[in-house]
């Protein structure tokens, strides 16, 4: 692999590393700023959630600059959004303000979750491209873990400790914003754009034995492309549109945000005491980082459909089980939680590692960043519906109902991968392109 671009790769997945910080850090911050402004339960709940509404519009519209700025250039603004947002929280001298500074946070997350995987994909031998992109969700699990590990060393440093909590943030935001003047644009952007020569000099040093016959299959790709209509929604798109959508929303129905944002409401449900809390926060967020890393490792050897199969096998059973356990009241003690490591397990090595590489590799490049922001979006939203009902299923339906279901849409999963999920590994995006895009 060309040290340059494991570089270029790992610099821009600096932005999943500060997605997964952004998320997390404020879970040390939240009960502080209730009783400092004094928050009734809807203000401290909408407070908590302005990032994740800042998320799912700089998801959708995260395409636009992508398209017009540039990869870099739009990767560059994302990280003065993380700056700003995490200077401005750390100093807010108000509710109001705070909750600006948190939502252009948001703004951040999303539209990093579309850019730093479409650029990626786009500097990135075929060989290495699962291993590469993976590195953007590989950096999401860090993040968090490095958040939970910052707010507890932080937690007892003086009476706003909150404040050092939010604001440390600012240093990998500076460190990702100066490494990226070190990153050079896209070479299918640049291509896309006319700027041929620039998008060959950096071909040139990505694969310099292959540099013509990639810039002549881009070129192709593109000149077909402009032949047909620009809009994302039109007929011969329709494959990569289902399979991004499609993926983006099993990846949420799988539950996997009802779990890591409610681990501790769950484990009280099976009788545990508060105790658990700390020990299922810490021990989801080292699974989760564990198997992220071996799914990264693993997905350009065994393919990405491969570990979808076993993943998706691992969640049926788990899910079950769990369900079960609920239904009979029968929890064992430990049952439930360890259960639930062993489905992070799974989700990580699968969903988790998978999802960022698999929709950043399916459409063309006239249209993969709108391509990446719908498949994007799409996962947001359904990250919200999941974590503002599950509270509310949970109560009325139990358990036992509310897990049967992430059951049975990990069985439509299922379904999903053997039927029409293709194989990206080890070919172009100008190859998959073509095996996708009706002609």
Known sequence: ??????????????????????????????????????????????????????????????GIPSDRLGRRQTLRWIAVLYLVSAVGAALAPAWVPFLVFRFLGGLG???????????????????????????????????ILAAYLSNYLLANVGSHSWRLMLGVQAVPAIAFLLFLFRVPESPRWLLLHGRVDEGRDVLRLIEPETVDADVAAILASQAHSAQQSGSLFDPQYRTPVLLAVAFAFFNQVSGINAIIYYAPRIFEMTGLGQGAALLSSAGIGLINFIFTLLGVNLIDRFGRRTLMLVGSVGLIATLGLVARAFYTQQFGG????????????????????????????IFPNAVRARGQALGSSTHWVMATVIAFTFPYFAERLGGGHTFAFFC???????????????????????????TLVIH
Not at 119 to 139: C, D, M, T
Not at 337 to 354: E, H, N, T
Not at 408 to 434: D, I
């Open 408 to 434: 049975a849409m990990m069985v439509l999963q299922l379904v999903f991968v053997l039927r029409f999920m293709p194989e990206t590994k080890g070919t172009s995006l100008e190859q998959t392109n073509r």
């Open 1 to 62: 692999m060309q040290r340059k671009v494991l570089f270029w790769s790992l610099v821009t997945a600096l932005g999943g590393f500060l997605f997964g910080f952004d998320t997390a850090v404020i879970s040390g911050a939240e009960k502080a700023i209730q009783q400092l402004w004094h928050l009734s339960a809807v203000e401290h709940g909408f407070t908590i959630s302005i990032a994740l509404i800042g998320t799912v519009i700089g998801a959708i519209f995260g």
């Open 334 to 361: 430990v049952l439930v939680p360890v259960l639930l490591f062993v489905y992070i397990a799974f989700f990580a090595f699968s969903q988790g590692a998978v999802i960022w590489v698999f929709i950043s590799e």
């Open 109 to 143: 997350v999303g539209a990093s979750s579309v850019t730093a995987p479409l650029y990626i994909s786009e500097i990135s031998p075929a060989r290495s491209r699962g291993k590469l992109v993976g590195l953007f969700q590989f950096n999401i699990v860090f993040g």
